[in-house]
């Protein structure tokens, strides 16, 4: 299983077991970089600059020139060694920097001696185990192995190792970026267990600061960043995806599954909120919304810049030298370079986008330091529905409606409440002290009424109390209806005002006002 620590650790190891036991040119490392810098230009993969049908970037390609009786007698090693006009490679009216020196024609000839082999370049090819080389010095693991033994080659004489302080402070830099404390020195010097660098080693890793660490060069790659950069330079906001990079090296996630969270995190089945966030790395380019650009040039950007940086981040080529022409140098075609293309190119997010925040698509994700305050107040809103349904349950068994609503008689000329009514006032009093509500409840006035010129009162502002009130959700809309006579054609006052409602629809007609109201959930029952 790879995962994010030993993949660092697999590079290194990778790069210290390229070499070969003998004297031997490498192909990859000593051979091919001499045929890229001084040959390819001419005899490469570009057909357009190709010149004498040759190609020595291919085995295929080179064999022809390779072939001889004798090393010292094939097409290339003469070529290499003439000094003759028309004859020597590279021509002498090429530039200087394209002619070989002698240590190169040195280098060229003994890879011809020893069967000109081609070899993929390292990158290409799977990793194999490699067996640790033999070497004089004592060692406590395989990498130092290869260590020694490259020194011993090099006739290079080990180093002494590093005191205890040393040792300290150049693991805590490396696995966190900060120099160890006082407390974490005298800790490591007194412990002199065969164990104590190794429990060092353990603790750093389990430190939030070893994951910011190891995020920062992959928040380089992914071009982190919390501004839309073109244009006003606007604020977006990415810390999300930036904490999701830290918790996956804190939490040596599988690095298979730190690459497909990340390029393609959406669109796993049932993908979680985790999952989606993680695919914010390709919404970290530069962005932008001026009003002179054309959506369309900038949204086939945003996919060049995603082809871009997935390809350099994850294959370490530059693959969008692909995209005017076949490749000149890695095996990528123009056709390949749009076949990736294509992936991106089914994304949502537009070619014109805002300065003022994430542009849509997006993600809903609460601050940490919220969170816990936000299922708290879920717990907390669980126990009062449970409480507000138990206070409804004791209202309507203390009253049964129905059974109050067979013993009464419509008002005179009045039809009977409907029985989806809560409170029902047909203000019919006439000492205008008190309000009462046919289903049960009461309602004071508040303040003096205001009367019109007549002396007859136009408002009857209430305070109202009722235990039909317990049966409402706070998310339940109240809807307050008002029927008002009147003989005024001039506006009326509102007939019913309850300071909890906002209204927000009205109907009115030259003798009757008629107003519905609905609450505001965000206000009723509001603790």
């Not at 999300?240 to 669109?267: H, M, P, S």
Request: proline letters at 7%; glycine letters at 6%.
């Amino acid at each position: 299983m790879l995962t994010m620590r030993y993949a660092v650790c697999l590079i290194f190891a990778l790069a210290g077991a390229t070499g070969r036991a003998d004297d031997a040119p490498n192909f990859s490392r000593d051979v091919r970089p001499i045929l890229a810098d001084k040959c390819y230009h001419c005899h490469g993969p570009d057909e357009k600059h190709r010149k004498g049908d040759l190609r020595l970037d291919t085995a295929a390609g080179a064999a022809a020139v390779l072939r001889g009786a004798k090393p010292g007698e094939s097409e290339l090693v003469r070529r290499i060694t003439s000094t003759e006009a028309g004859v020597q490679m590279p021509p002498r009216k090429s530039n200087f920097t394209k002619n070989l020196t002698a240590k190169e024609i040195a280098t060229l000839k003994a890879w011809i001696a020893d069967g000109g082999k081609y070899t993929n370049h390292w990158a290409f090819d799977p990793p194999k185990r490699v067996d640790a080389p033999a070497t004089k010095h004592p060692t406590r693991n395989d990498i130092d192995k290869f260590v020694f033994s490259r020194l011993e080659k090099e006739k290079l004489t080990p180093s002494l190792e590093a005191d205890k302080a040393t040792l300290l402070r150049r693991v805590t830099l490396d696995l966190t970026g900060v120099p160890p404390t006082l407390k974490e020195l005298d800790d490591f010097l007194a412990d002199k267990s065969p164990t104590a660098y190794e429990a060092v080693v353990d603790r750093l890793l389990k430190s939030r600061r070893y994951g910011e660490r190891m995020a920062v060069a992959w928040l380089d790659l992914a071009r982190y960043g919390d501004s839309s950069v073109y244009h006003a330079d606007g604020p977006r906001d990415m810390w999300a995806w930036r904490d999701w990079v830290i918790r996956a090296f804190e939490e040596n996630k599988r690095f298979d599954q730190f690459t497909i969270e990340q390029i393609a995190g959406d669109l796993l089945p049932n993908a979680t909120r985790e999952q989606k966030v993680a695919s914010g790395f390709n919404r970290n380019h530069a962005t932008t919304d001026e009003g002179g650009v054309i959506p369309e040039e900038f949204r086939v950007d945003y996919v060049v810049d995603r082809v871009k940086t997935v390809s350099s981040t994850w294959l370490a080529l530059s693959v969008e030298c692909a995209q005017c022409h076949d490749h000149k140098y890695d095996p990528i075609s123009q056709r390949e370079y749009y076949q990736f293309y294509a992936y991106f190119n089914n994304t949502r997010d537009p070619g014109m986008q805002t300065r003022n925040g994430n542009q849509a698509p997006t993600v809903d994700v609460f601050d940490p330091e919220l969170e816990s305050r936000r299922e708290a107040a879920k717990v907390a809103r669980t126990a009062a529905e449970k409480e507000l349904a138990e206070l409804r349950g004791k209202a309507v068994a203390g009253k049964p409606f129905t059974e109050w609503l067979a013993k009464q008689k419509p008002p005179a000329g009045g039809t009977a409440p409907s029985a989806e009514l809560a409170l029902f006032f047909p203000f019919d009093e006439t000492d205008r002290a008190t309000a009462f509500d046919y289903l049960g409840g009461t309602a004071v006035p508040s303040g003096t009424l205001p009367t019109s010129t007549t002396g007859d009162p136009c408002r009857h502002p209430l305070n109202l109390t009722s235990d039909q009130l317990a049966t409402l959700d706070r998310d339940e809309p109240i809807p307050v209806a008002s029927f008002v006579l009147s003989n005024y054609t001039a506006r009326l006052y509102d007939p019913v005002t309850f300071d909890p409602l906002e209204l927000i629809e009205r109907q009115e007609t030259a003798g009757v006002d008629v107003r519905n109201q609905w609450s505001r959930r965000d206000r009723l029952h509001d603790p």
